[in-house]
T-cell receptor, first 112, second 116 residues
Framework: KQEVTQIPAALSVPEGENLVLNCSFT??????LQWFRQDPGKGLTSLLL?????REQTSGRLNASLDKSSGRSTLYIAASQPGDSATYLC???????????FGQGTTLQVKP | GAVVSQHPSWVICKSGTSVKIECRSL??????MFWYRQFPKQSLMLMAT?????????EQGVEKDKFLINHASLTLSTLTVTSAHPEDSSFYIC????????????FGPGTRLTVL
């Protein structure tokens, strides 16, 4: 059974810092991996989608990497801003069914 | 593009009543939609997979007679919580997978259900 773990559970950094959020999974037979952002009381916003055959994806200040062999993905946020404060969730698609298995999330606070 | 809406955004109901939540993909067709629930400070738990024109597939432990799902068109899925009880109070989120895409899912804004 696939298990997804995100470390740390919470993170507080000063504005301008570069930071890395971690996501690990137990079964390397994944279909894809998706990173989401969730603001309090809101739905999820898709940030990056990495297909199984890809190693990384970039969008603006965000870069996500995928290493299936080690069961890890990282989300790199450059030059963090207070507006980046949110909970970040990684989710694994383990087959063509489209089902996603979510990690518990990392709650990020960027202080001005 | 790839916008998913949910209605209502919040609802308060009395115990024993039924509540319907709509999930719509506004600018794309979705053969598959998913329903999740999220308790405070917890992650999303998949409840069921909704396929257009066929019966929904429920995850283990989810009562199909209590959580009725209908996916009548390529842009609309509904979740009806029947005979709601206070323990059903939660944040319900739907997602839609774009047909022909890379299995990327787009999420709705969620519906906050409070059962008194």
């Amino acid at each position: 059974k696939q298990e997804v773990t995100q470390i740390p559970a919470a993170l507080s950094v000063p504005e301008g810092e570069n930071l890395v959020l971690n996501c690990s999974f137990t079964d390397s037979a994944i279909y894809n991996l998706q990173w989401f952002r969730q603001d309090p009381g809101k739905g999820l916003t898709s940030l990056l989608l990495i297909q199984s055959s890809q190693r990384e994806q970039t969008s603006g200040r965000l870069n996500a990497s995928l290493d299936k062999s080690s069961g890890r993905s990282t989300l790199y946020i450059a030059a963090s801003q207070p507006g980046d404060s949110a909970t970040y969730l990684c989710a694994l698609g383990s087959g063509n069914t489209g089902k996603l298995i979510f990690g518990q999330g990392t709650t990020l606070q960027v202080k001005p | 593009g790839a916008v998913v809406s949910q209605h209502p955004s919040w609802v308060i109901c009395k115990s024993g009543t039924s509540v319907k939540i709509e999930c719509r993909s506004l600018d794309f067709q979705a053969t598959t939609m998913f329903w999740y629930r999220q308790f405070p400070k917890q992650s999303l738990m998949l409840m069921a997979t909704s396929n257009e024109g066929s019966k929904a597939t429920y995850e283990q432990g989810v009562e199909k007679d209590k959580f009725l799902i209908n996916h009548a068109s390529l842009t609309l899925s509904t979740l009806t919580v029947t005979s709601a009880h206070p323990e059903d109070s939660s944040f319900y989120i739907c997602s839609a997978r774009r047909s022909g895409g890379y299995n990327e899912q787009f999420f709705g804004p969620g519906t906050r259900l409070t059962v008194l």
